[in-house]
């Protein structure tokens, strides 16, 4: 590669990834998948490692997130709030392993590694003086979060005061994501009122953190784990990451203690990381991967950081629940408010050891967005969901046989005219008298959240319906 060329190259990438980071972690609205932006940033060290004249203040590779948005209050983290280095498989886990051990260590002893779940959330500053949690902030560019204090305090398993003792001063980081349930309730219940949904729990989250009014917040069930320290007063010593989750459980804090695993050695890691990805898809939550770290704080200060990450941890991420497939058609279906919603059907698909044929399009400005047709191949993934997404449309496998989907201008289910409201992402039936309305409302009605009828499934009611002993909310009393 000539010398303009790769100059060219890395201004590129630059730019692309500077672009990504500002969809992602300021407006929620990412464009590519993780394992894409990796393949991007990994492309991008590679060139400064090939060349390192390339390296600067200015070069992602360099940087933590994206700066804060304008419409919050910067807060200013007392100790930076850095990303990790990932590794991609078991053998960029041995040389991370090898190099810490070998090169900055000088020692060939097994180190002790607190293994922990990584959660597909979003990174959260707290700050708690004499107890008092007086201020929260996300992870911004590293140095710089925005001021989300009053949208945490409505979490409510977080405590707004801990439990004495308990340091003068302490930073606490941790990851606020939401259970697997509550994202898909919060979805569907977005689609009903013609609101954004979201692409995943970690984009939800994000979101739900970023109302600038708490009430907006509060209306969601966040969650939050707390993992690690920032600036802490020097009254407590601390002498390992166990030692720190075991603190935050006496302090009244939310801790996935019971899930983290003290590994001794590299080939007890790997045994961790195998039992971790074999149970991914049984948890209640989103994990994308695990983070490994040197268990003992005085080794963590021993290797110390460079540019944005720590020596003494890396990621070890997951697979993506990625395949490709071909759209064969796309249905309409009409929830209980009307909103009708398209609903892409795959030649099936295996991910994560799950046959799938169906993914969730959401609405017709998410097609439009994708450029979505009738018969291209996509690719879907499993975000958080039982029904996946399509993430991407292969446009360059395209054949010109492709159809356009048009918006629906007739309900699908009673024909009445379909409007779409200005302020709206999904067109609505007109006709509140409408059978799958009704349907659905039923379904509503006897479900967990509403009433709560024991015995009476979707699959009970759909033979009531049919057999016509069914046509209204009364009839089941």
Known sequence: MGAVSYRRRHAELCKEIKRHNHLYYVLDSPEVSDAEYDQLFRELLSLEAEF????????????????????????????????????????????????IRENFLASNA???YACEMKLDGVAVELVYENGILTKSSTRGDGYLGEDITENIKTISELPHKLIHPCPRIVDVRGEVY?????????????????????????????????????????????????????????????????????HFKDWGLPVNLDETVCARGANEVLEAYD?????????????????????QIALQSELGTVSRSPRWAIAMKFPPKQGETCVEAISLQVGRTGAITPVAHLKPVVLSGVTVSRASLHNWDEIERLDLRVGDRVIVERAGDVIPDVVKVLTEKRSGQESRVSLPIRCPECHASVQKAENEVVPRCTNTHCPAQTIERIKHFVSRDAMDIDGLGEKQLDQLIQLGKIVDIADLY
């Open 178 to 246: 939401f259970n697997l349930i509550d994202f898909q309730k919060l979805n569907r219940s977005q689609e009903e009122l013609g609101g954004k949904t979201f692409a995943n729990p970690r984009n939800a989250a994000a979101g739900s953190l970023r109302q600038l009014d708490s009430k907006a917040t509060a209306s969601r069930p966040l969650r939050i784990f707390c993992y690690g320290v920032g600036r802490i007063s020097t009254e407590l010593e601390i002498s390992s990451q166990i030692e720190v989750l075991r």
């Open 275 to 295: 039992n971790f990805l074999n149970r991914r898809d049984s948890l209640p939550f989103e994990i994308d991967g695990m983070v490994v770290k040197v268990n």
């Open 52 to 99: 390192p004249e390339l390296v600067s203040s200015a070069s992602p590779s360099q940087q933590v997130g994206a700066q804060p948005a304008a419409k919050f209050a910067s807060v200013e983290h007392a100790v930076p709030m850095l990303s990790l280095k990932n590794a991609r498989n078991a053998d960029e886990f041995l040389e991370f392993d090898k190099s």
């Open 110 to 112: 097994e180190l002790e």
